[in-house]
Structures are given as C-alpha cells and as structure tokens.
C-alpha cells in the first residue's frame, strides 16, 4: 500500500487507506508530534573532520544537497550546537533559519519570516511573539517560557505556545529563500533541531532517484485531506519539485497566506502547497523516521498494513536530545568502522539497543503502559511479567508495578522527578522477539518510486 500512488487505486482503496492514516495519523499525533521550532542557516561551513571522514565514499553525493535546518530563538541555543558536530559536519551547504537573526557559534541563523506580508505580522496575534523577538530579542521571552516552550507537546495547549504558533508561518517562506540561496542543487532536505540525519544511508538512498523528476519524499502524515511529509523526520525535495511548489505559492499568496492562518502545522501547510501544485508525496516510512531508537517500538506496522520497519535502511530520526544525538553518533562512527553495510532498523536493535538492556535498570523510564498492579517488590512485578507469556518489559515506581507487550528501551529517569523508578526486561523473551522480527524479514530496503503500481 505505501508504494501505491492514491491516483492509481481504486476509490474504496482510497477511502480505506484514508481511514487507516486518520487513524494512525490520531494516534501519530498524540504520540510523537512535538513542535521543532526551525531556523535556516548557512554559509559558515563547520570545521572538517581531520579524520578524512567527509571525503570518504560515505558522504559521497552530500555536495548536491542544500540542507535546510529550521529551529527557533526557544530551543535554539540549546538544540543547535550539536548539529555542527552531526548533521552539518560534512555538509558542505546547509542554511539555517529561526523566527530571530542571530550568530549561534559563528554560524548566521537567518529571519525566516522578513518577508512575510507587513499587514499580517503587525495584526496577527500569531506574530505578537515575532514582534516581541523583534524588538527585544531573546530578552523578550524569560528562560523558563523558553524551556516550556521548547518542549511543548502537540497538544491542544502545546499548540497554543506562542513559538508553536509561529513556527508553521515559516515553511513557506523557507522554501523559497532556500532555493534562492542556492538555485542549483539538485536536493534539499529540511530538518529541524531534533532531527537525526544518517548520512551514508541518506546518501546512497537518494542514488536510487532521479533528481531532474519532482520529488517529494518523506515520512507520510495526515491532517484532514492532506498527505505530507512529517517535518521531524526530515523531508526531501528535488530540485523541480521545489521550484514548482515555490512557483505555485507565489502566484496564490494572499490565499495561502489565509490557509497558514487557519492552519497549526507548517509541514501540512507546506504539503498542501504542494499537493496544490500536482507534486505527490512519496511515503518514505521506515527509511524515514519520527522517532529515535530509545523510544521506538521495533515491532510498530505502518497503520493496519503488515508491513514492518525491521529489515528497512534508516536515515533519520526524529525527537533526539543533543546528548542522545552524541551517543549515537559514536555508534554510527564506530559502525561503519567495523561494519562494510549500511545500518537497517534490525543492527540499530542488535547492536545500539540491545546491549543496554539489563535484567534490571534503577532510575530508568521504561515506557511499559500496558497493565498496572499494586506490589511491594522489583522482584513481585518481575514475577508478574514473567507469568503473561507476552509481557516483555516491566517497571516499578513505589508501589506500582507496569507491565508491557511491546518492547522500548526507554531513558534513565530525571533526578527531580522524587519518584524512584526501576525498569526490568525478560532477556530470553526479548531474544525471542527479535528472533521472530528477523523471520517476518523479506529482503525489503528503500522505498523507491514504485515501478508498477502494485499492493503489498
Ligand atoms: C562538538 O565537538 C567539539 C569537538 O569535539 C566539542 O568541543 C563540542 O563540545 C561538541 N559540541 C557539542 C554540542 O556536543
Ligand atoms: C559490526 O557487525 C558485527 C557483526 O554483525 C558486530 O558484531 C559488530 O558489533 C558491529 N559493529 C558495531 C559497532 O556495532
Ligand atoms: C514503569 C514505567 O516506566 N512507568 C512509566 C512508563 O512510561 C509511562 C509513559 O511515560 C509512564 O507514565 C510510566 O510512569
């Protein structure tokens, strides 16, 4: 199903995927869809490895892409940084915007929104935050509404945070000055500060298209009538996609101007733009992710369909903390020191998650939500787990004890939160599980432009 092009199915296939979207989209949404208030920046190029690394075969192809970070003046102190370290450290032309012009280590973080119609940014309660930043700069907003802000989940109130607010008025306006910036690559790829991008995957994923057709890849999401691409987990646009969808938009301003005002996620605004001007969305789901491997449930189907993420190739992913995104990088690094093939879903869990798992963790997260008992000891809820044949993962905090069938590493809990939690796993069971997600393993990969229409 994620191969097939809506155009070319059936209507009542149209309206079961419909429904099978809306419904992963609810629970997508609640789960995963936190605000990554971008930035774009460019021109000063990080410092090259002096281990050669960016001139190997890995990052062979990275020149013809202008990737575009997006980030804003809450997070961007914080989430930037490490992206000079990652994401940007072998790529020869990134540019990178916000909602404030600033320098963040030497690097220009640009205005997205300067040329957004006058009228709008001094009426639109949207822009009340702009023009504070406007004025005051970083100043204007407290440390604390930063970090609240910078966190803020896709809730209704989470929405409602004023970089939240801002933050979907500047795709738009990004696409353009992107392709402005540098008219001739034959890729960008649009990220946000908690993205995760993995390079050599990336790279030799995107040889498997043609750059001079309209590509719109991305990790597939939807919202009312409209498919697109999921910010978080990057998207890619080839050149003539981007041109078109740039061309389209500015001859529809003030139109789309009205829908950005109606609309809460610039990523959809942006895929309806382009929808609008007849570019359709590649579903790049697993190849692209939303989440990060601490929180990712191995076993997840993409909606009611079979199909599985396990043996697929990863290049993104979505929701990683800077120091997460350290940790796994020394991973990347030390994988392809070892290891001549490119990583899939299937070594992530073998070789990054699995060797953290413990019989017993103290002040860690978990994720186990299935089931709750009342217990007295670690050692009760371990024996509760161990009596449901399914249950693979268990935690206690004080006397509650939660059990769980699906499978999350989880992180160490935070020191403040006073609450002593301890997460536990079922060793033989998860090595069975994985045992038996190797088994559902066809020889898939990449997602590609499908050849034929065919269903899965
Ligand atoms: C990036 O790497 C440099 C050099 O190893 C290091 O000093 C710096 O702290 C790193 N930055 C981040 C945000 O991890
Ligand atoms: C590389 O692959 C081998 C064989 O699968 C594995 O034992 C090794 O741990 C891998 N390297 C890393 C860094 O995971
Ligand atoms: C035991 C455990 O880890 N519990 C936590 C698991 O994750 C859920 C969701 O984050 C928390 O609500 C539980 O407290």
Not at 177 to 199: C, T
Request: aromatic share 12%; charged share 25%.
């Amino acid at each position: 199903m994620l191969r097939k092009s809506a155009k070319s199915t059936t209507l009542s296939t149209i309206r079961i995927t419909a429904a099978i979207l809306a419904l992963f989209w609810l629970w997508y949404i609640h789960h995963h869809y936190h605000p990554s208030f971008i930035g774009i920046y460019y021109n000063v190029q990080p410092e090259q490895s002096s281990d050669g690394e960016c001139e190997s075969e890995l990052f062979h192809g990275i020149d013809d892409i202008l990737v575009v970070l997006r980030t804003g003046a809450s997070e961007a102190p914080a989430k930037l940084p490490i992206h000079f370290n990652t994401t940007l450290r072998c790529a020869p032309h990134f540019i990178i915007f916000s909602d404030m012009e600033e320098y963040i280590e030497g690097h220009h973080v640009r205005n997205a929104l300067d040329e957004v119609d006058p009228d709008i940014v001094a009426s639109h309660p949207d822009f009340d935050y702009y023009r504070l930043l406007l004025e005051k700069g970083r100043a204007g907003i407290t440390s604390e509404e930063a970090q609240r802000w910078s966190v803020a989940a896709n809730t209704k109130a989470g929405r409602d945070t004023p970089g939240w607010r801002l933050d979907k008025w500047k795709f738009l306006p990004i696409a353009e000055k992107s392709l402005a910036h540098r008219p001739d690559a034959k890729w960008y790829l649009f990220v946000e500060a908690d993205s995760y991008i993995l390079w050599p995957a990336l790279l030799e994923w995107l040889s498997h298209f043609d750059h001079l057709q309209p590509h719109y890849i991305g990790m597939q999401m939807q919202i009312g009538e409209v498919v697109f691409a999921y910010g978080g987990a990057g998207f890619i646009l080839s050149n003539v996609a981007l041109r078109e969808m740039v061309k389209h938009w500015r001859s529809k301003l003030k139109q789309y101007d009205e829908y950005t005002a109606g609309h809460w996620a610039g990523d959809c605004i942006l895929g309806k733009v382009l929808a609008d001007a007849g570019v359709g969305l590649l579903w790049a789901w697993p190849n692209l992710f939303g989440d990060q491997p601490k929180d990712m449930d191995f076993d997840s189907h993409f909606g009611g369909s079979d199909k599985r993420l396990w043996c697929h190739h990863v290049s993104s992913y979505h929701h990683v903390s800077p120091p997460d995104a350290v940790e796994f990088s020394e991973f990347e690094h030390s994988w392809y020191r070892q290891n001549a093939t490119l990583l899939r879903h299937k070594d992530v869990f073998y070789h990054y998650v699995l060797p953290q798992l413990r019989p017993e963790r103290v002040d860690w997260n978990n994720l186990s939500e299935d089931d709750e008992w009342p217990v007295e000891t670690f050692q009760t809820c371990r024996d509760l787990c161990e009596k449901q044949p399914d249950c693979l993962q268990f935690s206690t905090s004080g006397k509650i004890c939660r059990t769980s069938r699906t499978f999350t590493l989880g992180h160490p809990t935070l020191p403040q939160t006073g609450q002593l939690m301890s997460s536990g796993w079922i060793p033989e069971r998860i090595a069975l599980y994985a045992q038996r997600m190797d088994a559902s393993c066809m020889d898939q990969d990449w997602i590609v432009p499908p050849k034929t229409s065919k269903m899965d």
